[in-house]
């Protein structure tokens, strides 16, 4: 799946891709909510839709991913919610694994994540994940999205890779789709980037169950 001789770098999304997308869907999709509702007197899903409907066309993709841009917003202790569920974040199959593999194989390892750094910092508490890798960049620190051009010029500016012999793992098609128009050449998605979900099928760019599917 995987021409090795061909790679110096390999990108790796933390959220989906590395750690259990469980803890985000969890978190965004019913425990701020929930809390949200609570604060407001209203119903969960009334709340989720205030939250995260119409009024959010108008916002940059990175404020998706801002626990700054979410305090402001629900008023809530983002960071205290995110603590709360700290037990649901755990590695993907092989994910640690798979980061010694490269290490291995004298490639690098670089993380690249819309996390913020609040989100990222907490994971990090609970994994150890940042200490085995070369690099870790945030959205945050460009100002763009993964979703949007901007992030991949600052990233490889950052980074100073070449494009055309770096793989990018990532759960996001958006960013894959982005990162490709970009010039990455190397891209693969994941098959079960929540593992209390059942995989996806009719992706669109080579997909992987789990991490052995690059190290056979």
């Known amino acids: 799946m995987v021409s090795w001789d061909e790679i110096d770098t390999v990108l790796l999304d933390m959220d989906g891709t590395l750690i259990d997308l469980n803890f985000d869907n969890t978190l965004w999709n019913e425990y701020i909510p929930r809390h949200y509702a609570a604060a407001q007197g209203i119903a969960p899903r009334q709340a989720s839709d ?121 759960d996001n098609e958006e960013v894959l789709d982005t990162a490709a128009k970009f010039g990455v050449r190397h891209v693969l998605t994941i098959a079960q980037p929540d593992l209390c979900k059942p995989p996806r099928s009719g992706a669109r760019y080579p997909i992987i169950n789990d991490f052995n599917d690059l190290m056979s």
């Open 50 to 170: 205030l939250l995260y409907g119409k009024t959010m066309k108008n916002q940059t993709k990175i404020d998706y991913y801002s626990v700054d841009f979410w305090k402001q917003r629900t008023r809530l202790d983002i960071d205290r919610l995110h603590h709360d569920l700290a037990y649901l974040i755990r590695y993907r199959p092989r994910a640690e694994a798979f980061i010694q593999y490269l290490r291995a194989k004298r490639r690098r390892a670089v993380i690249a994540t819309n996390a913020h750094p609040n989100s990222l910092g907490i994971k990090d508490t609970m994994t150890g994940l940042v200490c085995q890798v070369d690099a870790c960049y945030s959205a945050h620190q460009f100002g763009d999205a993964k979703e949007d051009l901007g992030f991949w010029g600052k990233l490889f500016d950052s980074e100073l890779s070449d494009p055309e012999r770096t793989l990018l793992v990532d």
